[in-house]
């Protein structure tokens, strides 16, 4: 069975810095792209960063220069470093992945559980 599973998460202060992971296990076929969202309270869910499968990424304009994602050396976990975090940042982060379970399988979409980011003073 293919699961997401985020850890990382906790509470920090303005300016403070922090790195997410997200582990994938079942062993599926092929897994990218993989995404970081994120949903603040009273907001919608928000892309905040994506690796495509050329290795490419692509965030969103506000986390620009502060957040970084990147392939751990295992295939199956990605990570988010955020630095210079911003109480907007405040949210539950949640790891996203395309994945074929099978070589002739179709992707689909996983999501993990979603991890608790606070940033306060």
């Known amino acids: 069975q293919v699961q997401l599973v985020e850890s990382g998460g906790g509470s920090v202060q303005p300016g403070g810095s922090l790195r997410l992971s997200c582990v994938v296990s079942g062993n599926p076929f092929s897994i990218l792209p993989m995404r970081w969202y994120r949903r603040a309270p009273g907001n919608e869910r928000e892309l905040v960063a994506t690796?495509?499968?050329?290795?490419?990424?692509d965030y969103t304009d506000s986390v620009k220069g502060r957040f970084t994602v990147a392939k751990g050396d295992a295939e199956n976990t990605l990570y988010l470093e955020m630095n210079t975090l911003k109480p907007a940042d405040t949210a539950v982060y949640y790891c996203?992945?395309?994945?074929?379970?099978?070589?002739?399988?179709?992707?689909?979409?996983?999501w993990g559980q979603g991890t608790q980011v606070t940033v306060a003073v």
């Open positions: 690796m495509y499968v050329d290795g490419s990424t």
């Open positions: 996203n992945a395309d994945i074929r379970r099978w070589s002739y399988s179709i992707s689909q979409a996983y």
